[in-house]
């Protein structure tokens, strides 16, 4: 299999050039490559004024990504389960170095097609993942599965519809996204820097699922959840009969500190009910994969939980918000990656929404 690589400049500045992978639906060979590259090429770049074209060329799927020079990190892969392979993003806040890089995203692979869970956290990490899927098969890409609105799940999203993706969401992923499109593009793309942001877009879904749903990509089913509101108001879990994979994404944070974007009280609510389920591991949204369930989830409950007391009594001593920012919580520090960063947010969405309980 070959793939088209572009490099090409932002506004002509050769000091702002990169390399930009441009998917085709069907896997490539050599001759057919070099045959439409060139119209390939200047397809893509419609609608891209800011991007000029220096050379494009035709790579080995295997050195598409090895001879990148702009990359910020090997891009290591483990397959958890037979078919079931996961990328681990660092666990950090987007940056440069990492490009945005910082969820953990992967693919299921079945008897006839591909399904993707998560894009990544830049149109780079999308191009890098569908990369690493080429290397392994030649199956087509036929869903990408977005498990929730954060831009570090979401943003490579476009590479997987260029490639014929269907992508697929919860209920309310159409409207979240949407209405956040503008500030996650504006903040990331100064988070993360202009060679790494390089034509990332936010891509809204194709298809929702309200309640549940399985795909079927051939001989193994996948049964796609949406969870009322939790760490978001739109999260969607998968299900990997075959090998009782479940990939919870965000609902289950490990060593990077958990973050509230829908309710305390959900979240705690919604593991409470996950927890009965048997399954044989988990992938959780942040940190190592895969976890043993339901053990996996007592450390981010145990934040969570800590939270909503802590808080509570924050409110009944008649605390300001302000006060329970600096005061709640040092004791539910642990283990916890970018606390600082994350857990005075917590504080002050948990406080609003315990306030009048």
Same mark, same amino acid.
């Given at each position: 299999?070959?793939?088209?690589?572009?490099?090409?400049?932002?506004?002509?500045?050769?000091?702002?050039?990169?390399?930009?992978?441009?998917?085709?639906?069907?896997?490539?060979?050599?001759?057919?490559?070099?045959?439409?590259?060139?119209?390939?090429?200047?397809?893509?770049?419609?609608?891209?004024?800011?991007?000029?074209?220096?050379?494009?060329?035709?790579?080995?799927?295997?050195?598409?990504?090895?001879?990148?020079?702009?990359?910020?990190?090997?891009?290591?892969?483990?397959?958890?389960?037979?078919?079931?392979?996961?990328?681990?993003?660092?666990?950090?806040?987007?940056?440069?170095?990492?490009?945005?890089?910082?969820?953990?995203?992967?693919?299921?692979?079945?008897?006839?097609?591909?399904?993707?869970?998560?894009?990544?956290?830049?149109?780079? +990490?999308?191009?890098?993942?569908?990369?690493?899927? /080429? *290397?392994?098969? %030649?199956?087509?890409? @036929?869903? $990408?599965? =977005?498990?929730?609105?954060?831009?570090?799940?979401?943003?490579?999203?476009?590479?997987?519809?260029?490639?014929?993706?269907?992508?697929?969401?919860?209920?309310?992923?159409?409207?979240?996204?949407?209405?956040?499109?503008?500030?996650?593009?504006?903040?990331?793309?100064?988070?993360?820097?202009?060679?790494?942001?390089?034509?990332?877009?936010? +891509?809204?879904?194709?298809?929702?699922?309200?309640? /549940? *749903?399985?795909? %079927?990509?051939?001989? @193994?089913? $996948?049964? =796609?959840?949406?969870?009322?509101?939790?760490?978001?108001?739109?999260?969607?879990?998968?299900?990997?009969?075959?090998?009782?994979?479940?990939?919870?994404?965000?609902?289950?944070?490990?060593?990077?500190?958990?973050?509230?974007?829908?309710?305390?009280?959900?979240?705690?609510?919604?593991?409470?009910?996950?927890?009965?389920?048997?399954?044989?591991?988990?992938?959780?949204?942040?940190?190592?994969?895969?976890?043993?369930?339901?053990?996996?989830?007592?450390?981010?409950?145990?934040?969570?939980?800590?939270?909503?007391?802590?808080?509570?009594?924050?409110?009944?001593?008649?605390?300001?918000?302000?006060?329970?920012?600096?005061?709640?919580?040092?004791?539910?520090?642990?283990?916890?990656?970018?606390?600082?960063?994350?857990?005075?947010?917590?504080?002050?969405?948990?406080?609003?929404?315990?306030?009048?309980?």
């Amino acid at each position: 299999m070959f793939e088209l690589v572009l490099s090409v400049c932002i506004l002509g500045d050769p000091s702002q050039c990169m390399e930009r992978r441009v998917p085709d639906q069907k896997p490539m060979g050599m001759v057919s490559c070099m045959r439409r590259g060139q119209s390939m090429a200047k397809r893509w770049l419609e609608g891209r004024p800011d991007l000029t074209l220096d050379t494009w060329s035709c790579k080995a799927a295997s050195r598409a990504e090895e001879e990148r020079d702009d990359r910020p990190a090997p891009f290591a892969l483990s397959e958890v389960a037979p078919g079931v392979w996961v990328h681990e993003g660092a666990v950090a806040t987007p940056s440069p170095e990492n490009g945005g890089d910082i969820a953990n995203i992967g693919f299921i692979v079945g008897d006839e097609a591909v399904a993707v869970i998560d894009a990544g956290g830049s149109r780079k +990490v999308g191009e890098r993942l569908l990369d690493a899927i /080429r *290397r392994h098969t %030649d199956k087509p890409v @036929r869903w $990408l599965i =977005l498990t929730h609105m954060h831009p570090d799940h979401v943003l490579g999203a476009s590479v997987f519809r260029e490639a014929g993706a269907t992508l697929i969401g919860h209920a309310r992923l159409e409207r979240a996204l949407s209405a956040r499109a503008g500030t996650y593009v504006a903040n990331n793309r100064r988070l993360i820097g202009e060679r790494a942001w390089a034509e990332t877009e936010v +891509v809204l879904p194709d298809e929702a699922v309200d309640g /549940r *749903r399985e795909i %079927d990509l051939g001989d @193994r089913i $996948l049964v =796609l959840e949406a969870h009322p509101t939790a760490h978001t108001d739109n999260d969607l879990t998968v299900l990997d009969r075959r090998t009782g994979t479940w990939w919870v994404s965000d609902l289950v944070f490990r060593e990077h500190t958990p973050s509230i974007d829908g309710s305390l009280i959900g979240w705690i609510e919604v593991l409470e009910e996950m927890k009965a389920r048997q399954v044989a591991r988990i992938v959780p949204g942040h940190g190592p994969a895969p976890l043993p369930w339901p053990e996996g989830a007592q450390p981010i409950s145990g934040y969570l939980l800590g939270l909503a007391s802590e808080v509570r009594t924050a409110i009944a001593r008649g605390d300001t918000m302000m006060e329970a920012m600096e005061d709640v919580g040092g004791d539910l520090r642990g283990d916890w990656a970018l606390f600082d960063a994350f857990h005075p947010r917590n504080v002050s969405a948990a406080f609003k929404e315990l306030e009048w309980e």
